[in-house]
């Protein structure tokens, strides 16, 4: 142990300090995540006492590159005996840190685990984890950790929400992209970035958990500019998400839709996109968070989605009018018997092609295009940009009633008023 200097990165000295039981990291390639499970691995070996010590790839053969020699090369001065044949090596202690593939999983049955490393765990069946090497781990309380650039939204991407979204001591996520290696030429990176496409540069080196879209909004359409255009008014418009309790997250409710209020300035020239504001709420918290938009941005119209959702929310959002003695209406915003992608399309798709449409910079940016993206794509939610879209009805609806009660005086042929 006294002969060992374990070197980390920044961003590998945060996870390493962190202490939950189950660690799981989506980082980008080159990052430097399997040199930590190196160093992770020899340490857990070393203060284990009894029980074995893992470290899992999709395949042997990938094991045996990804981990044998940088398991050599960082535990040197403590490793006894190595065999390249079993892809085994035993430490000072006696404790032994073995390579597998999660191809064979019968390899791993009835073992005794102190510690485990599921490395690109997305390209493993989430029933080894689940059906094998978890009840492994329960007669040591042993601990796990898994890492991974994504694939998609699929087990892995699951795991990661849960990590970080749930109320469990137990389990911890992390979230790092290639340029988080300060021993990786950031100037590379971009070098990638312009011969690759948006989609695979977002997955393999910033660790986007996307899934593939339509690709019915590329990222050539997107503008942005934080200069607030002269020319236009703004419009509210909301699409409310069921208002559950949002305190305790779990991998269920972390499927569940947000409410979404988006605020935009619409003129002769476009939408200006000032913000969207978005988060699991409370029936409460969300008429307090769209009273307060209108507050701040003053609209001329707002607008929310029809339903029973709308029924709950409007009691809420009336008390505090009254209580403020500030009122607006309230016009009711319906899919008008559309599929949800035909209204988006219809509303978005050329205005974005035609650069009609400007984004403000914001923290709402990131979750926003990972929609607009994939869209449509069951497994990805929609409900800032389904905000967005209901904003074209209802400047419709605004421009129409400024048409009638401005420019014209509609009267009774017949009766003359």
């Known amino acids: 142990m006294t002969d060992l200097k374990v070197e980390l990165l920044p961003w590998q000295q945060k996870v390493w300090n962190d202490n939950a039981r189950f660690q799981v ?45 940088t398991l050599l090369e960082v535990g040197n001065p403590v490793i006894v005996s190595s065999h390249v044949n079993n892809l085994q090596i035993k430490l000072v202690n006696g404790a032994t840190i073995a390579l597998k ?132 008014n703004y419009y509210i418009a909301v699409d409310l998400a069921g208002f559950a309790d949002v305190q305790k997250a779990t991998t269920k409710t972390n499927r569940l839709d947000q409410t979404a209020i988006a605020v935009v300035k619409a003129g002769t020239e476009g939408w200006w996109v000032a913000n969207i504001i978005h988060g699991r709420w409370g029936v409460e918290e969300t008429a307090r968070r769209i009273f307060q938009a209108v507050r701040d941005y003053k609209p001329i119209s707002v607008g929310i989605e029809k339903g029973a959702l709308k029924n709950a929310v409007h009691p809420y959002l009336n008390d505090i009018m009254k209580k403020n003695q500030r009122f607006f209406r309230v016009e009711e915003l319906t899919h008008g018997n559309q599929r949800k992608t035909d209204r988006v399309v219809w509303a978005l798709q050329g ?49 129409a009633i400024d048409f009638e009660e401005e420019e014209y005086e509609f009267m009774d042929t017949y009766s003359g008023y």
């Open 351 to 399: 205005r974005f092609e035609h650069g009609q449409i400007t984004l403000n910079k914001g923290e709402w940016n990131t979750q926003f295009l990972d929609e607009l993206f994939q869209f449509p794509n069951k497994l990805v939610h929609d409900d800032l940009i389904d905000a967005l879209a209901y904003i074209d009805q209802l400047a419709k609806v605004a421009y």
């Open 101 to 232: 593939g999660a191809d064979r999983p019968e390899t791993m049955r009835g073992v005794s685990l102190k510690f485990l490393v599921m490395d690109e765990y997305a390209d493993m069946k989430p029933e080894v984890w689940e059906q094998i090497l978890r009840p492994a781990l329960a007669d040591q309380k042993g601990s796990a950790m898994f890492i991974g650039t994504p694939m998609g939204r699929n087990h892995f991407f699951e795991l990661h929400q849960y990590s970080v979204l749930a109320d469990d001591d137990d389990w911890s996520g992390w979230h790092f992209t290639s340029y988080d290696n300060p021993l990786l030429d950031a100037e590379e990176i971009n070098a990638a970035k312009k011969s690759m496409s948006a989609f695979s540069f977002r997955q393999e080196f910033m660790a986007s958990f996307e899934a593939a879209g339509g690709e019915l909004f590329k990222e050539e359409f997107i503008k942005f500019s934080e200069e607030e255009p002269e020319d236009g």
């Open 25 to 69: 990291i989506a980082a980008g390639r080159r990052t430097g995540k399997s040199r930590l499970a190196a160093w992770k691995l020899i340490i857990e070996g070393l203060t284990t006492t009894k029980g074995h010590v893992f470290y899992v790839a999709p395949t042997q053969g990938q094991a045996r590159d990804i981990m044998w020699q």
